[in-house]
């Protein structure tokens, strides 16, 4: 049966919205659509017939797709039009962007330099790729020295290797500003291990490296600056202390622990061992010594002469105990709600 022309362009016109225009769009035009099964059933009609029926179904086709064009353009002004005539409410509430703000271990790192910049030191950085030689051998760390198990690590190619520890930078600078002692530098930064994750361990984060260079340097200065950074960023209710330790590039050598957060040093949670502290009741913050003498001897200084002390801490773990986080893998979880009560 031929559909009637005039009665689909009435129907056309009256679509009341583009959905609605869109279904009927599909109902004529559409693969099964009934404009195009009539142009389809052209070609089973006896051949004398063909010619004058393809041209009106062609015809119709042409006509339907018009008004349907049309039929769109007038219910988009239309639409527009509406829109200008609805007053625009200058003062309504803007939309917020969300602004962002300070990681944990950002805030505690710029703590930290503002602490040491008060005592007079600069802020050095090295690279995040950093050469064996300057990570492990000039650090008095030669290739089979079993330190170097310590630091577990990836390797690049041709003795380049993500840096284990920001100690390297001692070594760069001193080489730089051996000619200019005294030296008193931070150096803060990104470290790469192959550790096995859990509550105190992740296999990136940070570390502020410390190296004062200078005449008559003593353990003493060291401990002195050690406690006065860690009375400024913790305060005076946590304890520090210090036990003998060993490092290839430090003699003496010492670690750093402060009491945990979780148990409060007590090593325990109810019956069981602390998760965090695993029962000790004490926080390793990190390591510092007495720089060796072999090390100022690979750079070029006289050992006999100057003196100096290092050290090097993990930001993250001073942010667990700051701010009570038990599980320092949570720095770097993408975690919102968890970064959000910074
Ligand atoms: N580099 C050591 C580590 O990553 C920490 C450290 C120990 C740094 C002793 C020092 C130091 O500067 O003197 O575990």
Same mark, same amino acid.
């Given at each position: ?5 005039? =009665?689909?362009?009435?129907?056309? @016109? ?53 008004? &349907? ?5 007038? &219910? ?39 602490? !040491?910049? =008060? ?61 200019? +002692? ?9 470290? !790469?291990?192959?550790?096995? @994750? ?20 003593? +353990? ?19 304890? &520090? ?22 148990? %409060?040093?007590? %090593? ?43 050290? %090097? ?9 700051? !701010? ?5 893998? @949570? ?12």
């Amino acid at each position: 049966m031929a559909l009637d022309e005039a =009665q689909l362009k009435a129907r056309i @016109e009256g679509a009341a919205d583009e959905a609605a225009l869109e279904a009927l769009r599909v109902e004529l035009l559409g693969r099964k659509g009934s404009v195009t099964e009539q142009l389809k059933a052209v070609g089973e009609l006896p051949p004398a017939e063909r010619a004058t029926a393809g041209s009106a179904a062609n015809q119709l086709r042409l006509a339907v797709q018009a008004a &349907l064009e049309a039929r769109g353009i007038a &219910l988009r002004q239309a639409q527009f039009t509406q829109e200008l005539s609805t007053p625009l409410d200058l003062t309504a509430p803007g939309t917020q962007p969300a602004l962002g703000h300070r990681h944990p271990a950002s805030l505690v790192l710029d703590e930290l330099i503002e602490l !040491y910049w =008060q005592m007079g030191y600069q802020v050095a950085e090295g690279p995040e790729v950093e050469t064996e030689w300057y990570n492990f051998e000039a650090l008095n760390i030669p290739a089979d020295h079993p330190a170097r198990d310590m630091q577990d690590t990836f390797y690049l190619e041709e003795a380049h290797l993500p840096r284990t520890h920001t100690s390297g930078i001692q070594i760069r600078h001193l080489e730089l500003h051996k000619d200019e +002692l005294p030296v008193r530098i931070i150096a803060p930064g990104k470290v !790469y291990r192959n550790e096995d @994750e859990d509550a105190r361990h992740s296999w990136t984060f940070h570390q502020i490296e410390g190296l004062v260079v200078d005449e008559g340097i003593s +353990l003493a200065d060291l401990k002195g600056t050690l406690e006065a950074m860690m009375r400024g960023i913790l305060g005076d209710q946590t304890k &520090l202390r210090l036990r003998s330790n060993y490092f290839p590039y430090t003699e003496p050598s010492v670690e750093m622990d402060a009491t945990c957060v979780v148990c %409060g040093g007590t %090593g325990k949670l109810g019956e069981k061992d602390c998760h965090l502290c695993g029962g000790s009741g004490w926080l390793e913050l990190g390591g510092a010594g007495m720089i060796h003498p072999q090390v100022l001897r690979n750079i070029g200084i006289d050992p006999m002469v100057y003196s100096g002390f290092a050290f %090097g801490f993990g930001p993250e773990r001073i942010a667990a105990i700051k !701010y009570g986080v038990d599980d320092v893998r @949570e720095f770097w979880r993408p975690n919102f709600a968890f970064l959000e009560q910074f």
